[in-house]
């Protein structure tokens, strides 16, 4: 077992995502409108026995598509005040907005920033992390995580990650089918890690 860490961040999944202070614990839109979302919280807090935080980001494809929205300066204040809503709702702790900027300091200490161009999604694959949150930041990985699959029924896994891997690949594009990467390494037992990315298995992800 690895020395555990002091702040999880619940973060989005875009690849131009990168935390400098904070252990990043991904999904699409930080969460916003995923089905299953709260059900996996749950079981997150259990296995990290920690608090999480939780932080928008600017520019985020997933929260336009899914609030059906035209430019980004209306996608950065939704997303400002949906995750911080959503925060509230979840028990979890708001801490603001990585922006395309140098690394900025959050509430509690949490920093980082935007890193892909602006309006550019250059990543070619997506990594599940399995061992408790981002270990490798690789701007050429979309994240998604799947630290808390094998303690959750197979449909709620389901309902999970497959919109997100769904979304991530329709931003690719149909001529680049993303490859998969799994990060294992973290704060979890190696045992529950190599049991999480069985369940991926299950769903067709290896």
């Not at 161009?117 to 995580?145: D, R, W």
Request: glycine share 8%; aromatic share 8%.
């Amino acid at each position: 077992m690895l020395n555990r860490v002091s702040k999880y961040v619940i973060t989005c999944g875009d690849e131009g995502v990168q935390l400098n202070e904070g252990q990043r614990i991904a999904f699409a839109g930080a969460g916003l409108k995923l089905p299953g979302f709260a059900q996996a919280v749950k079981i997150l807090k259990k296995l990290l026995k920690a608090d999480l935080h939780i932080a928008a980001n600017q520019e985020n494809a997933w929260v336009k598509e899914k609030f059906q929205l035209s430019r980004w300066e209306e996608v950065d204040a939704t997303m400002q005040q949906q995750v911080e809503a959503l925060a509230d709702k979840q028990d979890l702790k708001y801490v603001g907005l990585l922006p395309f900027a140098d690394p900025k300091e959050l509430i509690d200490g949490v920093k980082g920033h935007m890193v892909r161009p602006k309006e550019i999604h250059i990543a070619t694959g997506i990594s599940f992390t399995l061992g408790g949150g981002e270990k490798t930041y690789n701007l050429g990985f979309y994240q998604i995580s799947a630290d808390w699959v094998s303690k959750a029924p197979l449909d709620l896994v389901k309902k999970v990650i497959t919109p997100q891997v769904e979304f991530y690949q329709q931003l690719a594009g149909k001529k680049r089918q993303l490859k998969y990467d799994f990060q294992t390494k973290g704060v979890l037992d190696e045992d529950l890690a190599k049991a999480n990315k069985v369940v991926l298995a299950k769903l067709g992800i290896k």
